[in-house]
């Protein structure tokens, strides 16, 4: 990241220390789901709101701290990622400046991705901490939703991808889809809330029941990145 892409800093006061010794081993991703970047900022540093991220990110890949990685804030919500709750206290939030049903431009791609190479050498976290809002949150949250480009990330050795040919040739299905899921790390919900979040990310072309390439994609993920 460079001085260029660094807008000034904006603090946002929404934050505390995180609790119980906890450092940072996840990432979580969102979108702002408004209309301007500003008018995110202005939300993300309002004390009336008690809302906010760690970092804010716009459409030309300006790249704005709003509290510190050390600080808990208050991006997450109520939700769960393998086994573990207040995800706020283990995890950094990035926004990013999107309003939910659009592309994510080149610029913020590539901001993202400095970004995130960064944090994770910092903060010692491994590609599958990095996870959507809608991972931890399925009931109720679907950010960064369908648009994202998740693959590209895992290209880029930022996050996961799963390989459904690998589950086949090992003939993995002696799961459920819901018990796969469970083992790769979303919380307990009925299989249908695992199953929508599930394709957001990984498969968000994909209709219908479960098939055949949703449950050995899924069970690669839980072989590879076991919940432990």
Request: aromatic fraction near 8%; charge should be negative; charged fraction near 20%.
């Amino acid at each position: 990241m460079t001085a260029a892409q660094t807008r000034t800093p904006a603090p946002s006061p929404n934050h505390g220390a995180r609790r119980g010794g906890a450092v940072p081993s996840l990432v979580v991703l969102h979108y702002t789901a408004m209309q301007s970047l500003a008018a995110a900022r202005d939300r993300l540093c309002d004390p009336a709101h008690e809302v906010s991220a760690h970092w804010l990110i716009g459409e030309d890949g300006t790249t704005e701290p709003l509290v510190d990685e050390s600080r808990r804030a208050w991006h997450a919500g109520a939700g769960e990622w393998r086994g573990a709750q207040d995800v706020n206290s283990r995890s950094i939030g990035i926004e990013l400046a999107n309003t939910g049903d659009a592309p994510f431009p080149e610029p913020q791609m590539a901001a993202l991705e400095a970004l995130l190479a960064g944090i994770l050498g910092r903060w010692s976290i491994p590609p599958e901490g990095v996870i959507a809002h809608s991972d931890m949150a399925p009931d109720r949250k679907r950010d960064p939703g369908p648009r994202f480009d998740w693959h590209r990330l895992a290209l880029a050795g930022l996050s996961v991808w799963p390989d459904p040919q690998s589950a086949i040739a090992r003939n993995d299905t002696a799961q459920s889809f819901a018990g796969y899921a469970r083992a790769f790390g979303y919380p307990e919900a009925p299989a249908e809330v695992l199953l929508a979040a599930y394709r957001i990310r990984f498969r968000p072309w994909a209709r219908g029941p479960v098939s055949a390439e949703d449950l050995h994609a899924i069970a690669d993920l839980a072989r590879r990145y076991p919940c432990v």
